[in-house]
């Protein structure tokens, strides 16, 4: 299996910019389609981006269109999310993800392993 913990949440004023980290141990990185979700207080966990294995054709939630950029480095063994822009509905534990199957996916129920989350919170 993989272990996986996030970092780089933080406070920040409505237009800003963080970028969050995702650094995997255990077994090959590569292996591992990646996804980023998030989780505001009193709703549901929701798909924000995933990444393929070899760090190509990203997809994401409309929401970040334009303003979130996943990436990966493999030599690394880290996944990365870049936010700009952030609005104060981008607030939410941040949690990275891996699946262990060949296909992106959307659905949280397709990730095998989790991290524990990092909290991100955007003010007006």
């Known amino acids: 299996q993989v272990q996986l913990v996030e970092s780089g949440g933080g406070l920040v004023q409505a237009g800003g910019s963080l970028r969050l980290s995702c650094a995997a141990s255990?077994?090959?990185?590569?292996?591992?389609?990646m996804g980023w979700f998030r989780q505001a207080p009193g709703k549901e966990r929701e798909f924000v981006a995933t990444i393929n294995r070899f760090g190509i054709s990203p997809l994401y939630v409309d929401s970040v269109k334009g303003r979130f950029t996943i990436s990966r480095d493999n030599a690394k063994n880290t996944l990365y999310l870049q936010m700009n822009g952030l609005k104060p509905e981008d607030t939410a534990v941040y949690y990275c993800?891996?699946?262990?199957?060949?296909?992106?996916?959307?659905?949280?129920?397709?990730?095998?392993?989790w991290g524990q989350g990092t909290q991100v919170t955007v003010s007006s």
């Open positions: 255990g077994r090959t990185f590569s292996n591992y389609v």
């Open positions: 993800a891996a699946d262990t199957s060949m296909v992106r996916s959307m659905r949280s129920a397709d990730y095998e392993y």
